[in-house]
């Protein structure tokens, strides 16, 4: 009978064998599977056979961790990749770009220069105004569309975290079910590892094992608990505060919510906040800030002009000085008076950035700008009580006892008012600039309205005997007293008489009166000074009210320049020449406008082209890391085909060890008379 026990141990032993075997060949292309062996045991007199120790699976926890880590490594790249690739080819394309609209739109204006009297050379540039306004509208509208799919799939891959952690949970538990009853869970442990191996894909997590038979815990962030054993921890995503655009991941510990965001760097997750944060914001703040400093130099230059029907030019673009939005955390303890105000003083000084106010006490308040890092205290401005509208940077006005505060910094001014002062914790975000691409509108309807001369008008008298000459009329006020006191008038029409002596001198008189010239008063110092027999210095500049001149060369005695308003001037394109003239200054950071836009268009070139290199490179991490693991638990088909051989022989022995046997009993029955 021991024979036959033999044979049926083998039998089943390598039924079984055959059964795993078959396991792994239908297992082949399933995800995270892990090859199964059966391991033998003989066993020993008097119990003589074989007998199956254990179905092991062919997992190693270092090349498993391994795989996990890489996966979120390359999923976040890729993430950041797919959405880069995006932004730079809107910024750089020049059917979408700013740069190639520029050029159009100063290629017109240097048309308007050349010929300032034409109507449809004036429309052209209407319509190119208009059409670059729409590339700066367009590709605002990009940026926010990035951020809210940005938004909208956090949100979504969070939620699947949470479903993935319960399920990780439930299997933890069933594993531990399994392990007390003695039952295998092989297919159980793989489907709990390739559900890590999910969510690292999502974003990254750091994972410690219990031993093989163990619970799998898994944390997020800084090492916040996700998946402890049986139990899992809820997430969600709020907005942020005081900027709801800045996501706040957030996850449940016990009755505490914990944010984990900003210490998430890997998996899709990781990669998409990333993005937001270092390459799709700052893009966005550069973009809004080069449409306001446009708007505003163009306009500024505009205003000092006169349009086809001789009245003065008024804003180009639409004013975008108060485009920028301060926005107070939900969790401040004050009360405000009125909406927190932020206004352009002074584009030129623009930062890309936004500013973090926090109230360290009720007098005195930290500044972040948070585009670099830098600090900013009460005690870095300068107190100015003395006059509220003053608007010198790094200047300051406070009110403690009515809680208002107004500061002007990088050319920004924030005017906070409370109704019970400030309180320590408060806190303010400032966006000065990020919504300037998307507000700037053109402000002219009409080609008329083009402001392409000066409105004043110079002329030598014609018996002048000197060789001095008016090389520049320069506006300075457009809105002030000279201009608008009788519009379509310089009020008053003036003349610079030269006079006899050494060194020489002029006087700037006042002729309403042709018959009784007055001395031309100055107004804009106190008191009002009379310009008399001021020494004369070729090319520099003679500041009157609202306006200058520059006379340069010697003129004589008796010399002299009448200025009026430039009444049809049609022919007068000296303030178009200054218009055209701004495409080369150096307004933005120290740039152009286009060199500006170029610097811009370079950075997410460069991130984008960085981006794409650490994706390439994690990608090849994660196909060596799976390929390890492959080759220690991944299903080897020509060794299963050889398997299905062996243990196939050694079913079939084992059937014929039966079938000897029971020959053999049988032929001792009867030798025996049994």
């Known amino acids: 009978m021991s024979l036959i026990n033999i044979g049926v141990q083998a039998l089943n032993a390598n039924q079984l064998a055959l059964d795993v075997t078959g396991q792994n060949i239908a297992n082949v292309n399933s995800p995270g599977y892990s090859r199964q062996i059966v391991e033998f045991d003989s066993r020993t007199a008097p119990a003589l056979g074989v007998e199956i120790q254990s179905i092991s699976r062919m997992a190693d926890s270092f090349a498993t961790q391994q795989l996990w880590t890489d996966t979120a490594a390359s999923a976040g790249s890729e993430a950041f990749v797919f959405f880069a690739n995006q932004l730079d080819d809107e910024l750089a ?3 979408t770009g700013i ?76 594993v531990s079910f399994a392990v007390v009853r003695g039952e295998p869970a092989n297919e159980l442990k793989d489907q709990r590892e390739e559900l890590v191996r999910q969510l690292s894909e999502i974003m990254g997590v750091s994972v410690q094992t219990n031993g093989e038979d163990g ?87 505009h205003l000092q002009g006169m349009d086809l029907d001789s009245q003065q030019g008024i804003n180009f673009f639409n004013d975008l000085s108060l485009s920028g939005v301060i926005r107070g ?37 930290t500044i972040v700008r948070k585009s670099d890092g830098q600090q900013f205290k009460l005690s870095d401005f300068t107190l100015d009580n003395s006059d509220p509208s003053s608007q010198a940077d790094m200047t300051y006005f406070a009110d403690p006892a009515g809680g208002s505060l107004r500061l002007t910094l990088d050319g920004v001014t924030i005017n906070l008012e409370t109704t019970d002062g400030f309180i320590k914790g408060d806190k303010f975000l400032v966006i000065p ?42 506006i300075t006020e457009p809105d002030n007293l000279s201009f608008s006191s009788v519009p379509g008038q310089l009020t008053p029409p003036l003349e610079i008489v030269f006079n006899a002596g050494t060194p020489t ?70 303030n178009a020449f200054k218009q055209s003239a701004l495409q080369d200054a150096q307004l933005v ?14 950075r997410v070139g460069t991130e984008t082209s960085v981006a794409q290199l650490n994706a390439q ?31 196939q022989q050694a079913y079939q022995a084992a059937a014929q060890l039966i079938s000897t046997s029971r020959t053999l009993f049988d032929t001792i029955l009867s030798a025996t008379g049994g």
Do not use: C
């Not at 109507?119 to 990035?146: K, M, Q």
């Not at 940005?150 to 439930?170: E, G, R």
């Not at 401040?332 to 623009?350: E, F, G, H, K, Y």
């Open 93 to 95: 394309n020049s059917d």
């Open 99 to 174: 740069s190639s609209a520029m050029d159009l739109f100063f290629g017109a204006l240097q048309t308007g220069v050349d010929d300032p009297a034409s109507i449809p050379a004036r429309e052209v540039v209407l319509a190119e105004s208009d059409a670059l306004v729409r590339r700066f509208n367009r590709l605002d509208n990009f940026i926010r569309g990035h951020n809210d799919d940005i938004t909208t799939n956090v949100k979504s891959l969070v939620n699947q975290t949470a479903q993935i952690a319960s399920q990780i949970a439930d299997l933890n538990e069933k």
């Open 215 to 301: 619970d799998i815990d898994v944390f997020v962030g800084n090492g916040q608990p996700l998946v402890i054993g049986s139990n899992a921890s809820s997430m969600t995503v709020l907005n942020g505060d005081p900027d709801p655009d800045d996501l706040r991941v957030m996850v449940q510990v016990g009755a505490q919510l914990l944010e984990v965001g900003d210490q998430i760097k890997d998996g899709e997750v990781g990669g998409l906040l990333t993005y937001r944060e270092e390459t799709l914001v700052p893009a966005w703040n550069e973009l809004g800030r080069l449409a306001i400093v446009f708007s505003d130099s163009m306009n500024e230059q």
């Open 329 to 365: 955390s939900t969790q401040n303890s004050s009360t405000m008076a009125s909406t927190p105000l932020v206004r352009v003083v002074d584009a030129t000084q623009l930062k890309a950035s936004d500013y973090e106010i926090t109230f360290t006490q009720s007098d005195e308040f």
């Open 433 to 474: 600039v990020r919504n300037g691409a998307d507000d700037i509108e053109l402000n002219l309807t009409s080609g008329r309205q083009l402001a392409f001369a000066s409105p004043v008008r110079g002329t030598g008298a014609v018996d002048n005997s000197g060789v001095a000459n008016i090389s520049s009329i320069d």
């Open 505 to 574: 001198t002029f006087d700037v008189l006042d002729v309403t009166d042709p018959n009784n010239p007055q001395p031309y008063m100055l107004t804009s110092t106190t008191p009002s000074t009379p310009l008399t027999g001021l020494e004369y210095t070729s090319g520099q500049a003679i500041q009157l009210n609202g306006f200058s001149v520059t006379i340069e060369k010697q003129p004589d005695a008796g010399d002299r320049f009448s200025f009026v308003y430039n009444t049809d001037g049609i022919s007068d394109n000296s």
């Open 589 to 602: 950071d120290g740039a152009s406008y286009q060199d500006n836009y170029g610097v811009l268009v370079e």
């Open 617 to 647: 490179a994690n990608a090849t991490v994660l196909k060596n890391a799976q390929s390890v693991r492959d080759s220690i638990a991944g299903v080897n088909m020509d060794e299963e085909a050889a398997n299905i051989v062996k243990f």
